[in-house]
């Protein structure tokens, strides 16, 4: 039994659990809309439904057959907040033992108990949200304390299932939320002035940190570039809304939506889902954000995706081999490290791949021949969202699992089950291949590392 021990192994067993325990929850309970049509003779496609929102919840990934808002009932919402956050802290849980388990074979250096990274990340999101819901109260905005709850604990804990559009004082309400969840537990330290001096290296992580706000007003920068009016003439058919704003305002919607789908997964702009008008979002637009996604935040926050850490580790590897022999390191926990962030990056990209490419296939075999046909950028979103965890989506996902395709309407069998299985593989995969990668890391003989090596999940 000492593959138990496994933070991966046990990690995944709990999801499970938790993913069927939120399954039953939303079957059992009357946590959605159900109309007497449905439960008689749709009956399967809520069972199907419930059990692909309940693993997204679980997995933090958002994408949900069903809106939160408008199909869910307030006793739905607060079950999958619930199993959210209990996927979000069972995922620290994890990452915390597998960086403990990396860093056992390194001398020095103090490491923070996982069960504090917990009680960290739940006193932050304690305090969050009374405090959103004051800012949303003086702004005007008509929200309740429970409805706060919801928003502050999809974009702190990365779920991604706040409705969109949020409108623009919403979105950097919410994108400094979704910061402050995505820059993990050793930027949560600093707020903590005794626990920061004792487990924190403050040069290393501002490095980190300083390194993830550039890359994220990188994105920016390229998302601002792609939805700039056409060779500086006025906004003409087929330029997105966004162009028709001043080129400030919209620098400024791009900054917010490129930190809530990196650290909460949270649509912040609307028309994306809009496939129908390709005017609304480019193909360019979207394979960004689906970069963004797919890199994630900083490494010890609950999101998921390949996270900076590993993916400077990754980069450097290529620098390393590029470079002249006499600059290369011999030093093994250096080496390994390398592989850990090459292997997650290639690993997740070509899952992300193969994820959009199975999701055109299913397009293409269940879709009506009336249906605007997806793009690669569209099917990329979508799979980059299911793996790396996030709700950004070009409305392919509804596609392949819509109640169109139930039996009775256009064909004699259900075909949205296919869609759902192919997708909850994705969330699953996604979400435990760089806890796996790194245990198995961890179980091999590693040279000693600088004090201070930041956590990498």
């Keep these: 039994m000492k593959w138990l021990g496994k933070p991966d ?50 997995c933090g990934v958002g994408l949900l057959t069903r809106g939160f808002d408008a199909d869910y009932t307030p006793l739905g919402r607060w079950l999958l907040t619930a199993t959210g956050l209990a996927g979000a802290v069972l995922y620290l849980l994890a990452a915390a033992s597998v960086v403990r388990r990396l860093r056992s074979a390194h001398a020095g250096g103090r490491l923070l108990h996982p069960v504090g990274v917990v009680l960290l990340f739940l006193m932050l999101q304690l305090l969050l949200t009374p405090l959103v819901w004051l800012v949303d109260r003086l702004a005007g905005t008509t929200a309740d304390l429970a409805g706060a709850a919801w928003r502050v604990t999809a974009a702190f804990s990365s779920l991604g299932w706040v409705q969109e559009p949020l409108g623009e004082r919403a979105a950097w309400t919410y994108a400094v939320v979704a910061f402050l969840g995505g820059v993990g537990w050793l930027g949560w ?39 700039t009016p056409r060779a500086g003439r ?23 939506q490129t930190v809530c789908a990196s650290a909460a997964g949270i649509p912040s702009e609307e028309g994306l889902r809009d496939r129908a008008d390709r005017g609304m979002l480019t193909d360019g637009s979207k394979v960004t954000l689906a970069v963004v996604v797919l890199v994630g ?25 590029l470079g002249r022999p006499r600059c290369r390191t011999a030093h093994a926990a250096t080496i390994r490290y390398v ?18 490419l199975g999701l055109l296939w299913l397009e293409n075999n269940t879709a009506s021949p009336f249906q605007q046909r997806p793009t690669f950028a569209d099917a990329f979103l979508d799979a980059s969202s299911a793996v790396a965890g996030a709700n950004l989506s070009s409305g392919l996902t509804a596609t392949v699992t819509g109640e169109n395709l139930s039996s009775g309407m256009r064909q004699s069998v259900d075909q949205y089950q296919y869609g759902m299985v192919w997708l909850m593989l994705a969330m699953l995969i996604g979400r435990t291949l760089p806890l796996l990668v790194l245990r198995r890391l961890a179980d091999t003989e590693i040279g000693d590392a600088p004090w201070g090596t930041p956590p990498l999940v």
């Excluded at 659990?17 to 079957?27: F, Y």
């Design 9 to 58: 192994i046990w990690f995944v067993l709990g999801l499970l659990l938790l993913a069927a325990a939120g399954t039953v929850l939303l079957i059992a309970t009357p946590s959605t809309e159900l109309d007497a049509r449905a439960a008689q003779f749709y009956w399967s496609r809520h069972y199907w439904q419930s059990a692909f929102d309940g693993l997204s919840a679980a």
């Design 189 to 227: 330290l600093f707020l903590l002035p005794q626990l920061r001096r004792r487990y924190v290296y403050a040069p290393t992580v501002l490095a980190l940190v300083a390194g993830y706000v550039a890359f994220l007003l990188g994105a920016a920068t390229l998302l601002w570039a792609l939805e």
């Design 234 to 256: 006025d906004t003409a058919a087929g330029d997105s809304a966004r162009a028709a704003q001043s080129a400030k305002t919209r620098y400024a919607r791009c900054v917010a």
């Design 297 to 321: 935040g900083l490494g010890g926050a609950a999101g998921g995706g390949i996270k900076w850490p590993l993916l400077l580790w990754a980069l450097s590897g290529g620098a390393l081999v």
């Design 339 to 356: 592989h850990a962030g090459s292997t997650c990056l290639v690993l997740l990209v070509g899952l992300a791949v193969l994820v959009a």
